[in-house]
């Protein structure tokens, strides 16, 4: 079956850290650009990072941009995005993309929940 | 930046209906839109791509439109499965691609 499944998620204090990751199967996994959005409870998406289907070419969106680091390791088929110096603006489900044609997204994650509170 | 502005941001309407919803970009973006479809507790489905092109598998009573900044998606008979929101996507330049969705009720 082709799919992405997100983990790593959970509660965090506020200046904490979290690895978020994705796992990709089904799929020629290194063929594709991947992508991180976020949705915060009871609201709408909210895009956050991409990395190249190599690796050698990341982007960050000015909310997270110096926080966060998007990398993968497609020997292992696995995306990951490292959160550092966590906010409680962070606290979203976050879903990890493929990257189809041109920026569309064909596939999603089911999301994996983080939680900034103290 | 690039904005991406949806209407209306909630709509109710009986099965049968034909729906419309609205997504205007802040600049011309060509056709590089995309619809997706989020059901509650799940992750967003791609519906449309290159603004009125319907991915596979996708029931045909969906159609998009437009190019340039405005844009349609068109439920031609809504279903009681239609009951999500629908949020529009710019391919176009990052980082703000998403609208910020509308809610179809069913009546």
């Known amino acids: 079956e082709v799919q992405l499944v997100e983990s790593g998620g959970g509660l965090v204090q506020p200046g904490g850290s979290l690895r978020l990751s994705c796992s990709g199967s089904?799929?020629?996994?290194?063929?594709?650009?991947l992508h991180w959005v976020r949705q915060a409870p009871v609201r709408g998406l909210e895009y956050v990072s991409a990395?190249?289907?190599?690796?050698?070419?990341?982007y960050y969106a000015d909310s997270v941009r110096g926080r966060f680091t998007i990398s993968r390791d497609n020997s292992k088929n696995t995306l990951y995005l490292q959160m550092t110096n966590l906010r409680a603006e962070d606290t979203a489900v976050y879903y990890c993309l493929r990257e189809w044609l041109h920026w569309y997204f064909d596939l999603w994650g089911r999301g994996t929940l983080v939680t900034v509170s103290s | 930046d690039l904005q991406m502005t949806q209407s209306p941001s909630t709509l109710s309407a009986a099965v049968g209906d034909r729906v419309t919803i609205t997504c205007r970009a802040s600049?011309?973006?060509?056709?590089?839109l995309a619809w997706y479809q989020q059901r509650p507790g799940e992750a967003p489905k791609l519906l449309i791509y290159t603004a009125s092109s319907l991915r596979s598998g996708v029931p045909s009573r969906f159609s998009g439109s437009g190019s340039g900044t405005d844009f349609t998606l068109t439920i031609s008979s809504l279903q009681p499965e239609d009951s999500a929101t629908y949020y529009c996507?710019?391919?176009?330049?990052?980082?703000?691609?998403f609208g910020g969705g509308t809610k179809v009720e069913i009546k």
């Open positions: 600049q011309g973006i060509s056709s590089w």
């Open positions: 996507q710019q391919a176009n330049s990052f980082p703000e691609i």
């Open positions: 990395i190249s289907t190599k690796g050698d070419g990341t």
């Open positions: 089904g799929f020629t996994f290194s063929d594709y650009g």
